[in-house]
């Protein structure tokens, strides 16, 4: 399949098998997803792999962080609203966060490292899915919350960019309808 076709036809699928992932096939993803353009050669890409019981920890930070913007978390509509969270991270077998840790070189820039992580995280996409497997990127507050950095395990001055669930399809998705470029794009040839 030619690279247009790849990009053009994945798609994200949360549908996945409690099948375990083999670590050398999250290794040969990994591996793809630091070919990124990267300036100043900063290599700002850092990984969590989350797999079997890690996923409880997960959860548990999920779950603060959801408790943090509750005026009564402990509220029986509220424990339920928080287990439901705990839940989230045992949707797929593997989670794997990435982060762009802050570089010491002057001329780098922090927004240029996030960006060169968020390819990486397409880069996880496409690996995945010519490796048979499913995989989607979620990101919302939690991504971006220091707490969630610290009790992850990143340095502090890393910049999360997303959770990326990964696992063995359940189900086949249908192809997603993609929109052309033509009502995104401007042209100036003059």
Known sequence: M??????????SNAFMSDREVDPDLIRQI???A?????????DPWRFLVIRGAGRKKLGDVMAAHLAKGMSDPDSPKNIELRDKM???????PVIIVAGAARTDCAKGLMVEDVASVSVSCQNIL????????SAFWRTGSLTYAEDT???LGFDKDTALAGFIYLGYPAKEMPPKPRPTSEAFTR????
């Open 34 to 42: 630091v070919c990124t353009p990267v300036h100043y050669r900063t």
């Open 2 to 11: 030619s690279i247009i076709a790849a990009i053009k036809n994945r798609n």
């Open 187 to 190: 042209w100036m040839n003059e």
């Open 86 to 92: 705990r839940k989230k991270s045992f949707r797929a």
């Open 126 to 133: 496409l690996a995945a899915e010519e490796l048979g497997l």
């Open 30 to 32: 990994l591996d793809a």
């Open 149 to 151: 950095v610290q009790a």
